[in-house]
C-alpha cells in the first residue's frame, strides 16, 4: 500500500518533452501531453481510444470514463487539462488538474495537500525554534537559570575596555540609611562583650538595669524632682501710704 501512494503522488514531480518540435497551441496541447513518456498520462482513459479509432473529441461526450479536457488556455505560455471521471453525458466528477507552464508539465495540489504542507512548514519553523532557543539555556544550582548567547560574548570581547563604567558597590542613600539603621540597633540592643586588643578574648560588659538598682536610690530619686521644685513667690504688695500726723 506504501509503494502504491508513493506511485500514485506525482506532486513532486514535472515531465517536459524537449524533442517537440512544434509550437504548443491549443488544438496541439492535448497531443503533446498524451505522450507515451508522460507519467501523468492513464493509457487506459477514452482520449486514448479516440485517438485510436481516429475519431475527434466531441465523440468524449457519449463515452462513460475517465479523459482529459482542454480547461483554461493562457496563451502562449499556460495551459491547464483537467482529469475527469464521466458518468453521463451531462454528469462529471473532477479527478486532478494539470497544468503546462512553458512546456513543463506539473500536476496541481489539492486543497488537503496545501494545507498539509504550510502546516509541517510550520511545525518544523516552531521546533527548530524551540531547540535554538534551548541552546542558549544555562542552568546552575547557584544562580538559576539564564540565557547564553554567543553574539552577546562577542560583543563583549569586542568592545572596548574603556568604555565599561565602574560601578559603585552601594550609592550615598544606601549608605547613610545603612548607618542609621546600625545606629538604631546598636542602641537598642548594646554589646554585651568587648574587645581590648585584636587577638586579646572578649571581656564581658557589665550592664545595670533599672530592676537591679537598690529601692532607697530608686525612692530618693523619686523625691528629688519634687524637692527641687521651687515654691511659687508671693505677690509684691506696693508698701502703705505714709499719712500725715496731727499734733
Avoid at 16 to 37: A, C, K, Q, T
Avoid at 148 to 173: G, M, Y
Wanted: glycine content about 4%; charged content about 25%; aromatic content about 10%.
Amino acid at each position: 500500500m506504501a509503494s502504491m501512494d508513493l506511485r500514485d503522488n506525482l506532486l513532486g514531480i514535472s515531465w517536459v518533452d524537449s524533442g517537440w518540435v512544434p509550437i504548443l497551441n491549443p488544438g496541439n496541447v492535448l497531443d503533446y501531453f498524451s505522450e507515451r513518456s508522460n507519467p501523468f498520462y492513464d493509457r487506459t482513459c477514452n482520449n486514448e481510444v479516440v485517438k485510436m479509432q481516429r475519431l475527434t473529441l466531441d465523440h468524449l461526450n457519449q463515452m462513460v470514463g475517465v479523459e482529459y479536457i482542454l480547461l483554461h488556455v493562457q496563451e502562449p505560455i499556460l495551459y491547464i487539462i483537467r482529469k475527469q471521471q464521466r458518468q453521463s453525458p451531462t454528469q462529471v466528477m473532477p479527478l486532478s488538474d494539470f497544468y503546462i507552464i512553458a512546456g513543463v508539465v506539473y500536476q496541481a495540489p489539492d486543497l488537503g495537500s496545501v494545507i498539509s504542507s504550510r502546516v509541517l512548514s510550520a511545525v518544523h519553523g516552531i521546533q527548530s525554534a524551540f531547540d535554538e532557543a534551548m541552546s542558549y539555556c544555562r542552568y546552575h544550582p547557584s544562580k538559576g537559570y539564564w540565557w547564553h548567547f554567543k553574539d552577546q560574548e562577542d560583543r563583549e570581547k569586542t568592545k572596548p575596555k574603556s568604555s565599561k563604567k565602574k560601578e559603585e558597590p552601594s550609592s550615598f542613600f544606601q549608605r547613610q540609611r545603612v548607618d542609621a539603621l546600625l545606629l538604631d540597633l546598636r542602641n537598642k540592643f548594646p554589646p554585651t562583650y568587648y574587645q581590648p586588643k585584636p587577638g586579646e578574648k572578649p571581656v564581658p560588659v557589665e550592664v545595670k538595669k533599672e530592676s537591679d538598682l537598690p529601692a532607697e536610690t530608686v525612692k530618693q530619686e523619686e523625691r528629688e524632682p519634687a524637692s527641687k521644685t521651687p515654691a511659687p513667690a508671693p505677690p509684691s504688695k506696693p508698701p502703705p501710704e505714709k499719712r500725715a500726723r496731727l499734733q
